[in-house]
């Protein structure tokens, strides 16, 4: 008698068509860490409702180079103070912007609240639960094009800045 296979070609379908990763999968090979930090009018990343704060050109994560295979943003209850000294954001003031992922066309392949990219390790009953970090499976992408806005600045000042962890595996076959 032949059993009957439900769930495994579910699981396969899943993980030939990225949708998925195995348990305990790493999150990528290597991670950066980009620190942005908000400045005065008239400047790239002065404060203002639906401006675009676009990242500054990274080769190495550009989709020719690099799988995205994560992406994260630390706020002030897991680090305070960031590498160029400025207060970090809070994690209210998130609900309010969008990440957006672009090609070399500028075409937006995917738009993520920012707050879904916040991955604090929560406690319940005396036990700290893991945090979940927002995966992803980006290959288009030209890393200079991607940018994040806030609908409301409140809370933004040009003392804060804002921290995202992009995990990666570089890409060997160009």
């Given at each position: 008698?032949?059993?009957?296979?439900i769930?495994?070609?579910?699981?396969?379908?899943?993980?030939?068509?990225n949708?998925?990763?195995?348990f305990?999968?790493?999150?990528?090979?290597?991670?950066?860490s980009?620190?942005?930090?908000?400045?005065?009018?008239?400047?790239?990343?002065?404060?203002?409702?639906?401006?675009?704060?676009?990242?500054?050109?990274?080769?190495?994560?550009?989709?020719?180079?690099?799988?995205?295979?994560?992406?994260?943003?630390?706020?002030i209850?897991q680090?305070?103070?960031?590498?160029?000294?400025?207060?970090?954001?809070t994690?209210?003031?998130?609900k309010?912007?969008?990440?957006?992922?672009?090609d070399s066309?500028?075409n937006?392949?995917?738009?993520?609240?920012l707050f879904?990219l916040?991955?604090?390790?929560?406690?319940a009953?005396g036990?700290?639960?893991?945090?979940?970090l927002?995966?992803?499976h980006?290959?288009?992408q030209?890393?200079?094009?991607c940018?994040?806005?806030?609908a409301d600045?409140?809370?933004?000042?040009?003392?804060?800045?804002i921290?995202f962890?992009v995990?990666?595996?570089?890409?060997?076959?160009?």
């Open positions: 008698m032949q059993k009957h296979r769930v495994s070609p579910l699981v396969e379908y899943f993980l030939r068509n949708m998925m990763r195995p305990a999968d790493m999150l990528g090979y290597r991670s950066k980009i620190v942005l930090a908000f400045t005065a009018a008239g400047t790239p990343y002065s404060i203002a409702p639906f401006k675009r704060y676009n990242f500054q050109p990274d080769e190495t994560l550009n989709g020719e180079n690099a799988l995205i295979t994560a992406i994260e943003i630390i706020c209850d680090q305070s103070v960031l590498d160029n000294g400025q207060t970090n954001i994690a209210d003031i998130l309010n912007g969008y990440l957006n992922i672009c066309e500028q937006i392949l995917s738009t993520i609240p879904n916040y991955a604090p390790a929560y406690a009953g036990k700290t639960i893991a945090r979940k927002f995966m992803t980006w290959k288009e030209n890393w200079q094009n940018f994040f806005e806030f600045i409140t809370g933004l000042t040009t003392s804060k800045g921290k962890v995990y990666y595996e570089p890409l060997t076959n160009k």
